[in-house]
């Protein structure tokens, strides 16, 4: 890696980052919808499980993991792994627009 493309890695790096979270919520959520549903609002006074919260930082810890290993990657390839992000954002838009709709 030359010394002017360490800025530009890091920036697809963290790109990788949230493009991977933004995909893991959408994967979590339909995962937990089946598994795990959401009890009744109106029957539940306090509950000390937050699920939106939870799977918010489930997915940045997630989304962390995949920057760093996408840094790695990205140092020697700089250029397919800026090229593979619009698909990637595609996809994970996608996935996200899908569990919007059909499981909220």
Known sequence: M???????????????GCVVATGAYAVVRF??????PDPNPATLVWSAHAGFFWRCWTCAYAGGLAAFVAFLVTRERLSR???ALPPAIAVAAALLA???ALFP
């Open 81 to 83: 792994s800026a090229a």
């Open 2 to 16: 030359k010394r002017g493309e360490v800025l530009p890695t890091i920036g697809v790096s963290v790109c990788w």
């Open 31 to 36: 995962i937990q919808f089946f598994v795990y």
């Open 98 to 100: 899908l569990q919007v």
